[in-house]
Structure formats: structure tokens, C-alpha cells
């Protein structure tokens, strides 16, 4: 059998140190699955460009079909992947004027100045792609190497899940041989919170990736997307299964009162 194996990376004092769990590798290991890969390890490192250096490294030697790593993208002193990502991939880490002008425009609409530390996030590795970020100021680093893709992401959350997304849609160049579908719903007048225990059984039940993606922060008015997706080698089996889980998706919204649309 032909497995499509991945790895990830999770870079930061805080989360040896057991200040912060560790979800970031978690949603990347389940999305990944989504996608056909198997998740072979999971490494976490000390935000020390040489401790990043070598995880990058051994994980190339590896061959995996794709790296993804979080955390360390910011702009402080000890955000370090992308200089250890360029010492792993021995070439020179230097200013990604693709990404300094993401960056600018970010901060410009803010109206607040350009700083060398916020300058920082623009600098990759030579020959890297910046990734959009449309949750944050820190795009992130795409890198195509010995036929690896290879993402590093922002350490927050909500910006991880954005960057990775962007990248799997605009940039996964190693795609595992199985079939991949999704769907979405769009509802209004449901609280992500309140969905989360529905969400949480079908995930667990169907074995599927179910993500919600709020599109308004409004209480008053929120308005979800609901993102289904799921992976095998037969289609149609893909396809009911995601069927069933609209279909009870669908119950679950009508017990919360909420409102279905078309789209957003």
C-alpha cells in the first residue's frame, strides 16, 4: 500500500513547558487525515533556532510527502522558525518582499507604523512563498523541497487553521491518491459554542471533518459556515457519508432554532 505519510511540528517553550495544550497539532494531525495522509509523529521543540533546526531537518530526512509546523512566526525576539527552517534547508534567510507587502498593507490600514520587530515577519528563507493569512498580521512560510511541501504556520489558532487552509487549497502539491469532497452549510441565529457538542458527536460517529467557521461576531446575529469534509478510495461512499451528517447537522440547527441559507 502506497501510505502518503506527514509530520508536524509544534515550536514553543510554552507548550514543553505544559503552559499550553498542545490543540495546534492536534486539528493540523485531523486535517490531514482528512486529506488521505497518515500522521507518522509529532515533534515539539524549544523556540531555539538550532533545537528548530534539527527538528526540520531529521523530518526531511524522513521523506514525508508534507512538514507542517506551528508556532514562532511573530514578531519578538523568540520567534525563530523561519530562521531555523532556513538553517535546516541551508540557504540564506532574507526579506520576502511578497510578504513585506502583505504585511505593510495590514499594518497601514491600521495606521500603525512598520517597525524592524514587525518587519521581522516578512524575512524567510530564500526561494519560500508567503501564505495569506486573513486572520493576522504573520503570512505563512511555504517551501517545496525534495519533493516535500513543507508549511510552517502562525502559533495562534485561529491564524494556524487560516494559513493551513490557504495552503491546502492553493499550494499542497503532494495530494494523497484518495478522493477528497466537501460541503457547507450556512446558518444564521446559531451560536458556534451551542453547535459544538453536535459537531463533537458527528466527528466521533462518521469519523469526518466537520469545522466551524464563524462569519459574523455579532450575538445578536451570528452566522456560521459549516465546513464538511471527508476522504477515501470510493467516492460515493464519501458523498452518503457526508449526506448523513448534513442531514442530522440539519436536525441538530432546527433544534437550536436557527436559520438555514443559501450561502453567505
Partial sequence: MDYWFAEIITIGNEVLSGKTVNTNASHI??????????????????????????????????????????????????????????????????????????????????????????KKMAYMPYGAIPVENNEGIAPGIYVYHNNIDILATPGVPREMENVLENFINKMLRNRSNLKYLEDFIYVENVMESSLAPYVKELVKKYDIYIKTHPKSYEMSHPILEIQIAGSGKQEEEIKVKIEKVKFELLDAIKKLNGIIRNSL
Fill in 29 to 118: 494531525g485531523r486535517r490531514l487525515t482528512s486529506l488521505g495522509f497518515t500522521v507518522r509523529r509529532i515533534t515539539a521543540v524549544m523556540d531555539e533556532v538550532d533545537e528548530i533546526a534539527s527538528a526540520f531537518r531529521e523530518a526531511i530526512d524522513r521523506k514525508p510527502r508534507v512538514i507542517v509546523s506551528s508556532g514562532g512566526l511573530g514578531p519578538t525576539w523568540d520567534d525563530k522558525t523561519a530562521e531555523g527552517l532556513a538553517k535546516a534547508l541551508g540557504v540564506n534567510l532574507e526579506l520576502n518582499k511578497t510578504a513585506f507587502d502583505m504585511i505593510l498593507e495590514k499594518y497601514m490600514t491600521r495606521k500603525i507604523p512598520i517597525t524592524e520587530e514587525r
